[in-house]
């Protein structure tokens, strides 16, 4: 699986050969995709993501508003309850 294809998809489009559709449906585990604010710089918009997310109960998203497009970095007081929140509600093995 090539990890970059989706971090190249802002632009809406599969670069490489490989949808982005195609790369998340393959993924079985718990996702947390976390998105940053598309009016505040954020490169995937609610409409692209919908298309490409599975409609599946291991993917849960997430919209940090006011958040730019390096949340981690940037955001890091607003990332980290969201993440968790996110781990914390994880059924444990």
């Known amino acids: 699986m090539e990890q970059g294809n989706i971090r190249l998809s ?3 489009k599969p670069r490489g050969g490989a949808d982005p559709a195609n790369i998340l449906a393959a993924i079985t585990c718990p996702v947390l995709f ?3 604010d598309s009016t ?8 692209y993501l919908e298309s490409i997310l599975p409609q599946r ?11 730019r497009h390096n949340i981690n970095w940037e955001h890091s007081e607003l990332l ?3 993440v968790l929140t996110w781990l914390e509600a994880l059924p444990r093995p």
Not at 60 to 66: D, E, F
């Open 40 to 47: 505040g710089g954020g490169g995937v918009t609610d409409e």
């Open 80 to 82: 980290l309850p969201v």
């Open 34 to 36: 976390v998105q940053a």
């Open 57 to 67: 109960d291991n993917f849960t998203t997430r919209k940090i508003l006011g958040a």
């Open 10 to 12: 802002v632009e809406q």
